[in-house]
Protein backbone atom coordinates (compact mmCIF):
# COMPACT_ATOMS: atom_id res chain seq x y z
CA UNK A 1 0.00 0.00 0.00
CA UNK A 2 2.56 2.32 1.03
CA UNK A 3 4.09 1.49 -2.70
CA UNK A 4 1.43 2.68 -4.31
CA UNK A 5 1.01 5.72 -2.28
CA UNK A 6 4.13 6.84 -3.11
CA UNK A 7 3.86 6.51 -6.90
CA UNK A 8 0.52 8.31 -6.64
CA UNK A 9 2.50 11.31 -4.97
CA UNK A 10 5.26 10.93 -7.68
CA UNK A 11 2.58 11.29 -10.66
CA UNK A 12 0.76 14.86 -8.72
CA UNK A 13 4.89 16.07 -8.65
CA UNK A 14 5.47 15.08 -11.84
CA UNK A 15 5.86 18.27 -14.54
CA UNK A 16 7.74 18.88 -17.73
CA UNK A 17 9.27 21.90 -19.18
CA UNK A 18 10.23 22.86 -23.29
CA UNK A 19 11.52 25.84 -24.66
CA UNK A 20 12.01 26.73 -27.98
CA UNK A 21 14.26 29.01 -29.71
CA UNK A 22 17.20 30.77 -27.89
CA UNK A 23 16.73 33.34 -24.80
CA UNK A 24 16.97 36.91 -26.01
CA UNK A 25 19.35 38.65 -23.98
CA UNK A 26 17.80 41.91 -23.10
CA UNK A 27 21.36 43.88 -22.11
CA UNK A 28 22.36 42.92 -25.95
CA UNK A 29 18.88 43.95 -27.07
CA UNK A 30 19.22 47.44 -25.32
CA UNK A 31 22.28 48.15 -27.13
CA UNK A 32 20.59 48.07 -30.58
CA UNK A 33 19.68 51.44 -31.87
CA UNK A 34 17.50 53.06 -34.53
CA UNK A 35 18.98 54.69 -37.10
CA UNK A 36 22.54 53.99 -36.18
CA UNK A 37 22.42 49.37 -35.54
CA UNK A 38 23.27 47.53 -38.68
CA UNK A 39 22.15 44.28 -39.72
CA UNK A 40 25.31 43.32 -39.14
CA UNK A 41 25.35 44.38 -35.09
CA UNK A 42 22.13 42.70 -34.67
CA UNK A 43 23.18 39.40 -35.80
CA UNK A 44 26.83 40.08 -33.14
CA UNK A 45 24.91 41.16 -30.53
CA UNK A 46 22.17 38.45 -30.97
CA UNK A 47 23.14 36.23 -33.17
CA UNK A 48 21.20 34.68 -36.57
CA UNK A 49 17.32 35.39 -36.28
CA UNK A 50 14.65 32.79 -36.15
CA UNK A 51 13.02 34.41 -39.21
CA UNK A 52 13.99 36.69 -41.68
CA UNK A 53 12.00 37.83 -44.34
CA UNK A 54 11.69 41.11 -46.68
CA UNK A 55 8.87 42.91 -47.45
CA UNK A 56 8.84 46.05 -50.00
CA UNK A 57 12.16 46.54 -49.50
CA UNK A 58 12.69 46.35 -45.44
CA UNK A 59 14.25 43.50 -44.33
CA UNK A 60 12.66 41.64 -40.76
CA UNK A 61 14.53 39.90 -38.60
CA UNK A 62 12.49 38.02 -35.70
CA UNK A 63 13.55 36.31 -32.86
CA UNK A 64 11.70 33.86 -30.89
CA UNK A 65 11.65 31.92 -27.15
CA UNK A 66 9.04 30.02 -25.80
CA UNK A 67 9.13 28.27 -23.05
CA UNK A 68 6.27 25.29 -21.97
CA UNK A 69 5.91 24.40 -18.40
CA UNK A 70 3.25 21.85 -17.78
CA UNK A 71 2.08 20.35 -14.70
CA UNK A 72 0.59 17.00 -15.11
CA UNK A 73 -2.32 15.99 -12.94
CA UNK A 74 -2.60 12.30 -12.42
CA UNK A 75 -6.12 13.09 -11.73
CA UNK A 76 -7.01 13.92 -15.57
CA UNK A 77 -5.90 10.01 -16.54
CA UNK A 78 -8.22 8.81 -14.29
CA UNK A 79 -11.79 8.07 -16.39
CA UNK A 80 -13.87 10.88 -15.31
CA UNK A 81 -16.76 9.05 -14.95
CA UNK A 82 -14.94 6.89 -12.02
CA UNK A 83 -14.40 9.78 -10.20
CA UNK A 84 -16.60 12.31 -10.75
CA UNK A 85 -14.24 14.88 -11.27
CA UNK A 86 -15.23 16.58 -14.35
CA UNK A 87 -12.70 19.41 -15.72
CA UNK A 88 -11.13 19.67 -12.22
CA UNK A 89 -8.80 17.15 -12.99
CA UNK A 90 -6.82 18.51 -16.01
CA UNK A 91 -3.70 19.40 -16.30
CA UNK A 92 -2.30 23.06 -15.75
CA UNK A 93 0.62 25.04 -16.97
CA UNK A 94 2.05 28.48 -17.91
CA UNK A 95 3.42 29.19 -21.79
CA UNK A 96 6.09 32.15 -21.84
CA UNK A 97 6.99 33.73 -25.18
CA UNK A 98 9.21 36.57 -25.65
CA UNK A 99 9.52 38.10 -29.47
CA UNK A 100 12.04 40.50 -30.45
CA UNK A 101 11.23 42.07 -34.09
CA UNK A 102 14.26 44.38 -35.63
CA UNK A 103 13.03 45.92 -38.89
CA UNK A 104 15.93 47.63 -41.03
CA UNK A 105 15.57 50.32 -44.31
CA UNK A 106 16.94 49.42 -47.26
CA UNK A 107 20.00 50.20 -46.45
CA UNK A 108 20.13 47.79 -43.77
CA UNK A 109 19.71 50.28 -41.28
CA UNK A 110 17.69 49.84 -37.94
CA UNK A 111 14.15 51.60 -38.67
CA UNK A 112 12.25 49.88 -35.60
CA UNK A 113 12.57 47.58 -32.87
CA UNK A 114 9.39 45.81 -31.12
CA UNK A 115 9.55 43.30 -28.28
CA UNK A 116 6.47 41.68 -26.78
CA UNK A 117 6.11 39.35 -23.86
CA UNK A 118 3.19 37.41 -23.24
CA UNK A 119 2.62 34.55 -20.26
CA UNK A 120 -0.51 32.57 -20.67
CA UNK A 121 -2.02 29.31 -19.20
CA UNK A 122 -2.35 26.81 -22.40
Known sequence: ???YALCIL???????AT??????????????????????DVVALLGKPQLESEHD???IFTYIYQET????NPLALVPINTLGMGASAQNSGTRKTDKLT????PDGVVSDISRTKDNSNP
Open 69 to 72: QVQL
Open 19 to 40: AGGRKIDSSAADKIKKGVSTKE
Open 1 to 3: MKR
Open 57 to 59: GIS
Open 102 to 105: VKFT
Open 10 to 16: ALFLVGC
